[in-house]
């Protein structure tokens, strides 16, 4: 791929980081007053900006050279999400788990849910809308020639290779709960970094 193409991909992204950014900063200052309406929202656009950016990201996961590309903009954009999106979960794992240790209400719990499914589905349409324009190279296509399989395995190996780096990641992340948040964000970003090569 064309360093263009990358780079107008890497625009693509942080433009959609800055205008998640603001639209947090906005329903923070104007629905303090609505809080499970402000708990949505926030939820929703922020993982709306994962959403967008990991569709994203999986159209430069061929870009030379390979892998180092692909794993510098994972832990790239990883950190990018740690430090863009605090008090976001922005997985339903995620929210699960303090909701099976009675941190957060089911109703709370449910709404963030909610607030996922629906981001990820409005993500979905708005990158294939971006994709249709075909404003950068990787887009050329994209639509017709679907997601490829990076794992190259069967749907059962893929099914317990994820359902292993899940489980390695959830006791990795109770393990750096108490370290501060500057390095916890690298530390997690560097794990996850890890398991995509690894898987």
Same mark, same amino acid.
């Given at each position: 791929m064309a360093g263009g193409g990358l780079g107008t991909s890497l625009l693509l992204m942080a433009g959609i980081?800055?205008?998640?950014?603001?639209?947090?900063?906005?329903t923070r200052r104007r629905l303090?007053? &609505?809080?499970?309406?402000?708990? #949505? +929202?926030? !939820?929703?656009?922020?993982?709306?900006?994962?959403?967008?950016?990991? @569709? !994203?990201?999986?159209l430069l996961g061929n870009t030379e050279p390979k892998p180092h590309t692909g794993l510098t903009l994972t832990y790239g954009f990883t950190v990018l999400h740690g430090l863009?999106?605090?008090?976001? $979960?922005? @997985?339903?794992c995620g929210t699960l788990q303090p909701m099976w240790g009675g941190g957060t209400s089911v109703k709370m719990g449910g709404l963030k849910i909610g607030a996922q499914f629906v981001a990820a589905m409005l993500a979905r /349409? #708005?990158? &294939? #809308? +971006?994709?249709?324009?075909?404003m950068a190279e990787p &887009? #050329?296509?994209?639509l017709w020639q679907g997601c490829s @399989?990076?794992?190259? $395995?069967? !749907? /059962?190996?893929?099914?317990?290779i994820e359902l292993l780096f899940s489980v390695v990641f959830q006791l990795s992340v109770l393990?750096?709960?108490?370290? @501060?948040?500057?390095?916890? /964000? &690298?530390? +997690?970003?560097?794990l996850i970094t890890m398991l995509v090569y690894a898987g």
């Open positions: 980081v800055a205008a998640v950014g603001l639209c947090r900063r906005l303090r007053s &609505h809080p499970l309406l402000c708990t #949505f +929202l926030l !939820e929703m656009v922020s993982t709306f900006q994962i959403c967008a950016c990991t @569709n !994203e990201l999986c863009t999106l605090p008090g976001s $979960t922005c @997985n339903p /349409v #708005f990158m &294939h #809308f +971006l994709w249709r324009l075909e &887009h #050329f296509g994209a @399989n990076p794992m190259q $395995t069967t !749907e /059962v190996q893929a099914f317990c393990r750096v709960e108490s370290i @501060n948040p500057k390095y916890k /964000v &690298h530390l +997690l970003a560097l």
